[in-house]
């Protein structure tokens, strides 16, 4: 019988490599406050769906937990992670410089 793949990698048009700079729509550290926002990250590993993105400041996950090594993964395709620079997929202007 023949085997079938039926897991492929994402569609996707964009493209990230370790040591990109992009920004990332995430719960963070602002202040000394918790807030929302974009903030700006560096790529630390890339696979076929996933993102590592590694960030300095605190980050915190949905339910409000702080990620202790300040990584968090996203889908590669995810509206959540961009280029620094873009600005269509959100509405929303809060940005915070990190780095």
Known sequence: MAQFSYMKPPETSKTYEVGDVVEVY?????GGQ???GWLKGIVVQVDAK???IQF???VFLTDGWMVPDH??????NSPHVR??????GSGRSDYTKDF
């Open 26 to 30: 995430c719960d963070h550290e602002k």
């Open 50 to 52: 996933m993102v590592a």
């Open 34 to 36: 918790r807030t929302r």
């Open 56 to 58: 300095r400041s605190n």
């Open 83 to 88: 280029f620094p620079g873009e600005k269509k």
């Open 71 to 76: 990584i968090l993964w996203y889908p590669v």
